[in-house]
C-alpha cells in the first residue's frame, strides 16, 4: 500500500512538471510565431509588471530615523536663518522643534514613491502597509502642531494666537487621502509654509510676532498629550490577541447597550495596517522629542529628568528595528508563531511608562538651592 502511494505521488508529480514544460513551450512558439505588435505587447506587459514589483518592493521600505540636528541645520540654512553651515543656535527656543517638525512633514513627499496614501495608480494603489505608516507620521505632525498653537507659543501673560500656526493646523488636519481638487501633498506643503513663516519669526531679532515657552509645565502637557496617543495605539496593538469582549468591570458603562461587550478584536486583514500606523507614528515622535530635548535642556536639567526623558527615546527607538518577516505575523497566545503587534505593543507600553516617570519629575516642586 504504501509502495503504491510512492508510485501515484511520483507520477502526479512528473506528470505535472511534463505538463508545465509543454504549456511552457507552447507559449513561447505561439509569441514567436505571432504578430509583432503582440509579441511586443507581451514583452512591455511582462516588463510593467516586473516594474511594478521592483518599484512596490521598494517603496515599501520606511526610512531610516530621521537624523534630527541634520535636519534642523537644513531647514535653517534654506530659511537663511544660520549664517553658515557649521552654526548651530540653540539660544532661540523653539528653533529646533519648528524646524524638525517641517522636516518631519517634507519627509512624507521626499522618500522613496513620494506620498502614496492617495495613489490611484499603480504601484502606489496596491501598497498597503505604506499608507497606513505616512498616516502615523501625519498623526503624530497634527499633535506637534495643535500643541504649539495652544501650548507651546501660550503663557498666561500671553494668550494670542500666532496666525501662521493656526493656519498650519488647518491645512496639516486636512485629508490624508485627496488626490486632487486640492491634492493632499499641496494642502501639507502649504502647511509647511505656514510652519516656515512662524520659524522665521521665531528667529527675528526682537520678535515680538512668535513665542516658544520652554518651561517644564508646557514639556508635560506635551507628553501628557503622548501618552494618550500611545495609548490608544497600545490598545490597538493589543487587540489582536485575546477575548472577544472587555473583561475590566471598571472599564464598563453602568448601561451596557453592546452585548458583545467593549473590546473588539482586530479583524486579521487590518493587523498589518495598525503595526505600521504605529511604527510611523513612533518614527515621527522620535524625532520630534529629540528635537524637544534641544529646547528644553535648561528644564530637564533643572528637574533632574533628563535621563528619564532619554528613556522614553530609546523605548521607541526599538520599534525601529528591522522586520525580517516579509508580513506582519498574529501568533496567538503562548503558540510557536511570533505576533508582531503584541511586541510594538510592549515597546509603546514601555514607553508609556517612561513618559510617566519624566512627567512625575517634571511636575516635582524644584528645591531652592542652600546657599553656604
Not at 499633535?143 to 501660550?154: A, G, I, K, Y
Amino acid at each position: 500500500m504504501r509502495l503504491f502511494r510512492r508510485l501515484s505521488l511520483r507520477h502526479l508529480w512528473v506528470h505535472g512538471l511534463r505538463r508545465m514544460r509543454d504549456e511552457y513551450q507552447e507559449t513561447q512558439e505561439e509569441i514567436a510565431h505571432g504578430h509583432p505588435l503582440l509579441r511586443m505587447s507581451a514583452f512591455l506587459i511582462s516588463g510593467y509588471l516586473v516594474l511594478v514589483m521592483v518599484l512596490g518592493v521598494y517603496w515599501s521600505s520606511s526610512p531610516t530615523m530621521l537624523p534630527v540636528k541634520t535636519a534642523i541645520q537644513r531647514v535653517l540654512l534654506e530659511q537663511d536663518i544660520l549664517p553658515n553651515k557649521n552654526d548651530f543656535n540653540t539660544e532661540v527656543a523653539g528653533i529646533a522643534t519648528t524646524a524638525t517638525l517641517i522636516a518631519v512633514v517634507e519627509t512624507l513627499w521626499q522618500k522613496p514613491g513620494g506620498y502614496i496614501a492617495n495613489d490611484l495608480l499603480p504601484p502606489g494603489i496596491l501598497l498597503d502597509d505604506m499608507p497606513y505608516w505616512e498616516l502615523g507620521v501625519v498623526s503624530q505632525a497634527r499633535d506637534m502642531t495643535h500643541m504649539l498653537r495652544v501650548s507651546f507659543s501660550q503663557a498666561a501673560i500671553n494668550m494670542v494666537v500666532n496666525n501662521d500656526l493656526q493656519k498650519a493646523e488647518v491645512r496639516l488636519n486636512f485629508s490624508h487621502k485627496s488626490w486632487i481638487f486640492p491634492a493632499t501633498e499641496s494642502q501639507y506643503d502649504t502647511g509647511v509654509e505656514h510652519l516656515k513663516k512662524y520659524l522665521v519669526q521665531l528667529a527675528m531679532p526682537n520678535n515680538n510676532e512668535a513665542y516658544f515657552y520652554a518651561d517644564a509645565q508646557h514639556l508635560n502637557d506635551y507628553l501628557a498629550s503622548v501618552e494618550q496617543r500611545l495609548k490608544s495605539l497600545s490598545q490597538r496593538l493589543a487587540a489582536s490577541v485575546g477575548p472577544t469582549i472587555n473583561t475590566d468591570s471598571a472599564a464598563m458603562p453602568v448601561t451596557q447597550t453592546n452585548v458583545n461587550g467593549l473590546y473588539i478584536k482586530t479583524p486579521w486583514r487590518k493587523l498589518d495596517d495598525i503595526f505600521y500606523e504605529a511604527r510611523g507614528s513612533s518614527w515621527a515622535l522620535i524625532a520630534l522629542l529629540q528635537s524637544l530635548e534641544i529646547d528644553f535642556a535648561k528644564a530637564l536639567n533643572e528637574k533632574n529628568a533628563q535621563a528619564s526623558y532619554e528613556q522614553i527615546i530609546r523605548e521607541l527607538q526599538a520599534t525601529q528595528q528591522t522586520i525580517y518577516s516579509p508580513v506582519v505575523l498574529n501568533g496567538d497566545g503562548f503558540g510557536f508563531m511570533v505576533n508582531h503587534s503584541l511586541v510594538m505593543s510592549s515597546y509603546l507600553s514601555r514607553t508609556q511608562a517612561a513618559i510617566a516617570d519624566c512627567r512625575h519629575l517634571l511636575l516635582k516642586p524644584t528645591l531652592p538651592v542652600a546657599s553656604l
